[in-house]
């Protein structure tokens, strides 16, 4: 299955040019690593509103998956999951869930996390750490239910 990928990052430093992204060139490698085509990328503030324009923007450009990374921490300028929760028709707890049960074996401080997972629109929304090992160790905890969930999201036939 083909599956067209969008990329956000998101920080407010990294927006602002005063320091260079390293997580969303992260994320795209692992994405094209596993064939995904990555359709669209770019770097937004800790802003929920240019959060939520940037994924509808996406998502309505035939961005199937869209990884964000950055803003799933604790700190006051973390809105990532407020952002997606409040546009979301659905979230998929499993995909948290895992992303912090695998990632608690590698660090105690996993446990801030609150990545997460849901359908916006027709894209799977997968909210990926900052850090970019983090974003791309989680992206690859999850990846095998990737390709159904992006199937199911856009209301193709799925095998299951």
Known sequence: MEINVGIIT?????????YEDLGGPAVKAAAEKRG???LAE???????ARI????????????GLILTTGGTGVA??????EAIRAIMRVEI???????RA????LTPNAILSRSLAAIVDSSLVIALPGKPSGAVECLGFVAGAVPHSVA????KPTSC
Do not use: Y
């Open 10 to 18: 998101i920080s407010d430093r990294a927006s602002g040019g005063q």
């Open 36 to 38: 995904w085509d990555v």
């Open 42 to 48: 770019t770097i937004v503030p800790d802003d929920k």
């Open 52 to 63: 939520q324009e940037t994924i509808r923007s996406f998502s309505g450009q035939g961005c």
């Open 76 to 81: 006051d300028r973390d809105v990532t999951p």
């Open 93 to 99: 707890p499993g995909f948290g869930e895992v992303m």
């Open 102 to 105: 695998e990632s608690i074996k």
């Open 152 to 155: 199911l999201a856009q209301r």
